[in-house]
């Protein structure tokens, strides 16, 4: 029987393993060494914050593992020798496979800044680092943040639940500016602000400070300013986590190189998820793609593919969801921070402030090309579904009601959007 | 370093401890629950009017304070943070304590009424005693120890109530849920029984009750006393039995198809009003795991089996044999009911076999078998309906079912079961519409697409114990018969996920994985593979 191994539990192998599974007999094992059972990497942050427990996080009971044949293996490779299709673990076992699949996920950058191995400098990815911030916290009186994204926003929340005094240092003019589009980065800003987070813009790292005990006691910023603290995570961004295939046969950029296929150079080794790179890219997506949801495309794709139906990846349309302290975030489509060339943005904003939207269409051809909506749901269906059939803006903008997905006695605010986007048209 | 004061900090721990104020709020409130205990320790208050008011409005008040000092100072949002590390709401000391205190406050309640002052046939003593004056205004009676019940679970609805308001302030759909709760536990559950009460005189006398309690929650309204009052009270006693028979025949499947079973369930329902307002803390405490949902799925068809036999054999009981004195006699009856059973069965098995899972089927076949052979065998035998006599059949389950199960364990173990215990393994109208939710309904949870994270809240905080993610991160339209529609599901998620909604029956019930994103021909093919 042939044996399909495959490295990283996250949500693309899991993906994976689990459709090969539905489609066929073949043994499967997955090797993680990091947890013994797949979880909600996304889902860290509610366990530090005590709205879960660790048990909480998993989406399946231990059970459902074995009664579907699917093999767990708590080990981490050390080094795959693709030759004799062996792996080899950091204890020193070895195991061999027929085909083989790379998921093995992302990891917190660095930039070589001075004093980012200290004590108490730590990122926010795996179930180690959870455990870590549990233990740095103790005492904790004051943290700094070094990169506005998602996982930034995050551990601002975290550290807020527990009393700590959050410095959040963001690069760009709002947070995630390089991303959102202004009006909707500087809004998220002020949210973040107003939920007493000392945010900084424009303003980055230049070094970590030790103790004499090799502990973090402060940063220093590129504007001079020392910020005393005792834990600094590290939250600018994450790349494909690769280290151990160094020096191998294994063809890699920044992640590994795979084809349409998930295929890498290698016969019969494929990879998915936050690891891989495309080699030819896919309309205006990124080559790399550190995102959930196409982590578990991926999966579904690949597993196709090993069980006799050779599979084309192709993602539809994007989407993206985070939510930044109180409020929602939904985006379908594309809505650049900066609009290219031919493309308008319009903005709504509700007069609280924590219901938004930018949305983005060509000028020429009026066609609706994404949205990015903050504090109302929409339905995903009814988006994908527009943005496939190339809808106008002024289609969009009128239907947009059929769209929402706010829970029922919600106040609806489309007409307000629409008679918004009315003048700004009109005026543009 | 030396300089670490460990036990100084007070940054860096999770977050279990309570302020000041929710401190201060806690001792007001237990300060009023003190007079009770005192009350009912016998120490006769001079003035009851003033110490029952004193004590009402600290516990009303203390409850007020304490939901402000949680949450007035915070943005509107979820208020999740520390659930899992405070002892109250994750089976810590407190919990324990809490939970073993209610349970033995309901087997005074249900079995030695006496400890806390009622006197049969004289004057009330002790804690009942402190709840004349009120009784004697309301209904011109004194108090029972129902009535010191009825009150306190009132004063916990409300109470409890507006602090979940407060807590789910940015959500309306929760708002109007918990007004509509605490307007029928006040005016339905509490008062116009009461005010019903005072119009009863010497010549006049009418079941007085909570109206929106139907059979079988309501498993002693077709009893003889009851049937017989309702007769001979004219034509408003025969209205409200006639009310009592359309509400469970036709008013209820008519909502609950239009609606779901939340239009009772979690809108109405005295015991889901306790468990969604005084229980809220809890709801995180029910079991997810697939064992809990199989014996869910026994237990409560059980029980509502059981209080048709017991219903059926009570009835029975009283009825006579002639059937020119009235037409309702004992064979027509029981015919009438074997009929019922059998037609209601066949409409199932022939319009929704599909939908039933295999111990659905089984358990549908053996329980009518059962209950239909016993009915042969009376006939044939000529010895008891169903076994027993009437009487013992209603005696236990008015002991079992309705005291045991639905108070001492449904809500004295709140704070280690969670708080729909009794509504999701125990409730015979709860197993009604389950049923009408699962096959004949317009009601489901809509899955957002592909936006589901796998994360997790909605299963955590779902009372009653639906694993929600399993649904949701398939991409699957959430259709489950427990479903009381509370909406905290769609409220905890981050992702904007979940949506109660009553649609159109067409793709109410999608097995197949509509994860979006993904090109269409692939999922084509991912539908096909799994059917």
């Known amino acids: ?428 | 370093m030396s300089s670490i004061h460990p036990n100084m900090a007070l940054t860096g721990e999770p977050p279990k401890s309570i302020n000041t104020q929710q401190k201060l709020a806690t001792f007001l409130g237990m300060s009023g629950l003190i007079i009770l205990l005192l009350a009912a320790f016998n120490i006769n208050f001079p003035n009851k009017t003033l110490w029952l008011s004193i004590s009402l409005a600290s516990i009303f008040a203390g409850i007020l304070w304490f939901a402000k000092a949680a949450y007035s100072d915070k943005h509107p949002g979820i208020k999740n943070d520390g659930v899992w590390f405070k002892s109250m709401s994750s089976r810590g000391y407190l919990a324990w304590l809490a939970g073993i205190s209610l349970t033995g406050f309901y087997i005074i309640l249900y079995f030695f009424p006496q400890f806390i002052g009622l006197v049969q046939g004289g004057d009330n003593t002790g804690l009942i005693a402190l709840f004349d004056p009120l009784s004697k205004a309301l209904s011109g009676n004194p108090a029972s120890q129902w009535f010191v019940y009825g009150t306190l679970y009132t004063i916990a609805i409300a109470a409890f109530g507006i602090k979940f308001i407060w807590k789910y302030r940015h959500n309306r759909y929760e708002k109007l849920r918990t007004i509509s709760v605490i307007f029928f536990q006040t005016a339905f559950a509490f008062l116009i029984p009461e005010f019903m009460a005072r119009l009863n005189s010497d010549t006049f006398s009418l079941p007085y009750y909570d109206l929106k309690n139907i059979w079988p929650l309501n498993y002693y309204n077709f009893e003889q006393y009851r049937v017989d009052s309702f007769i001979s009270a004219g034509d408003v006693g025969l209205a409200l039995l006639l009310f009592g028979i359309v509400s469970i025949f036709v008013i209820t499947p008519i909502l609950t198809y239009k609606y779901g079973k939340r239009w009772y369930c979690s809108w109405v329902c005295g015991c889901g009003g306790l468990a969604e307002t005084a229980g809220d803390s809890y709801r995180q405490l029910s079991d997810k795991s697939q064992f809990a949902w199989k014996v869910e799925r026994w237990v409560i068809h059980s029980v509502l089996v059981f209080v048709v036999v017991m219903t059926t054999a009570v009835i029975y009981s009283y009825l006579g044999d002639d059937a020119s004195k009235y037409w309702l006699t004992r064979d027509t009856f029981l015919i009438g009911v074997g009929v019922f059973l059998t037609l209601l069965f066949a409409g199932i098995w022939f319009f929704k076999k599909e939908e039933l899972a295999k111990d659905a089927r089984i358990g549908a076949i053996g329980y009518l078998v059962i209950v239909l052979s016993l009915i042969g065998f009376h006939y044939a035998g000529g010895t008891k309906l169903f076994l027993f006599n009437a009487e013992s059949l209603r005696q236990a389950y008015g002991f079992l079912i309705g005291a045991i199960f639905s108070g001492v364990i449904g809500t004295g173990f709140y704070p280690i079961f969670g708080n729909r215990v009794w509504c999701r393994f125990g409730c015979p109208m709860a197993a009604i519409l389950g049923m009408q939710q699962r096959l004949f309904s317009k009601f489901r949870i809509t899955t957002n697409g592909g936006q589901c994270i796998s994360c997790g809240n909605c299963s955590t905080y779902c009372e009653m114990g639906i694993d929600v993610r399993a649904y949701a991160q398939k991409g699957e339209n959430i259709v489950r018969s427990s479903c009381v529609g509370c909406g905290i599901c769609a409220a905890v998620c981050p992702r904007g996920v979940l949506k109660l909604e009553n649609g159109s029956l067409d793709g109410r019930i999608n097995s197949e994985e509509v994860l979006l994103g993904n090109d269409v021909d692939l999922m084509d093919l991912l539908n096909q593979k799994s059917r």
């Open chain 1, 1 to 428: 029987m042939e044996h399909i191994v495959i490295i990283g539990n996250g949500i693309s192998g899991i993906t994976a393993a689990r459709h090969i599974r539905k489609n066929s007999d073949k043994k499967i094992t997955v090797i993680s060494g990091e947890s013994d059972f797949f979880f909600s990497r996304t889902a860290l942050m509610y366990v530090y914050m005590g709205h879960m427990k660790w048990d909480h996080l998993k989406p399946y009971e231990d059970w459902f593992w074995e009664k579907n044949r699917i093999e767990l293996k708590k080990a981490w490779v050390e080094k795959i020798d693709f030759e004799q299709k062996t792996l080899r673990f950091s204890v020193g076992e070895a195991m061999k496979y027929d085909k083989l699949i790379i998921a093995t996920g992302s990891l917190p950058n660095k930039f070589g800044w001075e004093g980012e191995e200290l004590e108490g400098v730590q990122g926010m990815v795996t179930k180690q680092d959870l455990e870590l911030l549990e233990k740095n916290s103790v005492n904790c009186k004051k943290a700094v943040l070094i990169g506005g994204g998602l996982i930034g926003v995050e551990m601002a929340e975290m550290l807020s639940t527990r009393k700590i005094d959050v410095t959040f240092l963001v690069r760009e003019k709002a947070f995630w500016g390089n991303v959102l589009p202004y009006h909707d980065a500087h809004l998220i800003s002020k949210h973040i602000i107003s939920h007493g987070v000392d945010l900084r813009h424009e303003e980055e790292l230049d070094k970590i400070l030790s103790d004499e005990n090799g502990r973090v006691k402060g940063v220093l910023t590129k504007n001079g300013e020392e910020i005393a603290c005792e834990i600094v995570g590290l939250c600018a961004g994450v790349h494909p986590n690769i280290g151990f295939l160094q020096n191998s046969s294994l063809e890699a950029d920044k992640g590994i190189l795979v084809d349409e296929y998930l295929q890498t150079n290698i016969k019969d080794v494929y990879a998915i998820g936050d690891c891989v790179q495309q080699r030819k890219n896919i309309g205006e997506r990124k080559p790399i793609e550190a995102v959930w949801y196409t982590g578990r495309m991926m999966g579904e794709t690949l597993a196709q593919t090993l069980t006799g139906n050779k599979t084309l990846y192709k993602p539809g349309n994007w989407f993206n969801s985070a939510k930044f302290f109180d409020i929602e975030y939904q985006t379908y489509g594309w809505v650049w921070s900066k609009p290219k060339e031919n493309e308008q943005q319009l903005n709504w904003k509700h007069e609280d402030e924590t219901k938004f939207l930018t949305i983005s269409f060509n000028k020429t051809s009026n066609k609706f090309l994404g949205i990015n909506i903050y504090g109302i749901r929409l339905r995903h269906e009814v988006i994908d579904r527009w943005l496939n059939e190339e809808r106008s803006i002024e289609y969009v903008l009128s239907h947009l009601k059929e769209a929402n997905f706010d829970p029922e006695f919600y106040k609806t605010h489309e007409k307000d959007i629409f008679s918004a986007f009315k003048n700004q048209l009109t005026t543009a």
